[in-house]
């Protein structure tokens, strides 16, 4: 009898072991949107990530639980050898490639791949390269973040840094540059970019007021021509993007006792209202 008590509590602890390096975490919510004139909407949405650690090495998983069936959303594995480290993306995400006017990809791609990065003793420095020959320097200088990554299409090349209470950042992606600004004045967050995107979030009598303005878009032309040639379905062709009109939305959210969280947004784009509930875990 002793020894089986032994053998119990040798076996239980032995599973504690396995289950604290096993972390849990997910999200739920239902939505009801009135889609203004048009007919109205409830959409469920159920998150599950599960995240296992041993020493050095991390496997993050996660799930959408909403359906008949539990589909796989990410795979994604690192680990560190010394001053090396290694990433992988083990899941290809599925997709659609629709030509219905926001920019699909013509064909499905492969967004799996291996990412390994050296950590160099020169400023905080890191050099990685993955599977594709893409070859990224990455590095905090003077409180300023740089990210250069040289591509075998054309390279990319990331700024960051706070300055003066205001969180800057300038991305040049393809000879394209864009920037983010967000700065908080008198208790309000605010954001804007280079898209003419503009956003307020402040507390409001136990609630979370949120304003967005987001600018026009222009269309965007397919990026190959709509021919009968053997370029049409090049992995990188995309579909052409419609252009979109600017718009406004305004969020009220409210932690209830409960755990859960109620919010109410209305959208100018279709003048409709949707109300959430959802819970995090």
Known sequence: MKKLIALFAVTTMASSAAIAGVALSGSASVSYDDQGSSASATTYDADLTITGTAGASTLTATYDMEGANLSTTGVDLATTIGPVTVSADMHNTAETNLNDGDGDYRVAQDDTGITVSLDLPIGDATIGVDDSGDVTIGGTFSGVTVTHTNRNTADKT????????????????????????????????????????????????????????????????????????????????????????????????????????ITATYDTADDSLTLKAAVSF
Do not use: C, P, Q
């Open 158 to 261: 990331v700024v960051g840094a706070s300055i003066a209470g205001m969180d800057i950042d300038v991305t040049n992606d393809k000879g394209t540059t864009t920037w983010s600004l967000g700065t908080t004045v008198s208790g309000v967050d605010l954001t804007l970019n280079s898209g003419n995107d503009v956003t307020a979030a402040f507390g409001l009598a136990g609630n979370t007021l949120t304003v967005s303005h987001f600018g026009a878009d222009a269309s965007v032309s397919a990026n190959i021509a709509d021919t009968n040639d053997a370029a049409l379905f090049a992995s990188t062709a995309k579909y052409a993007k419609e252009a979109r009109a600017a718009y406004t939305t305004v969020a009220v959210t409210r932690d209830l006792t409960s755990g859960a969280s």
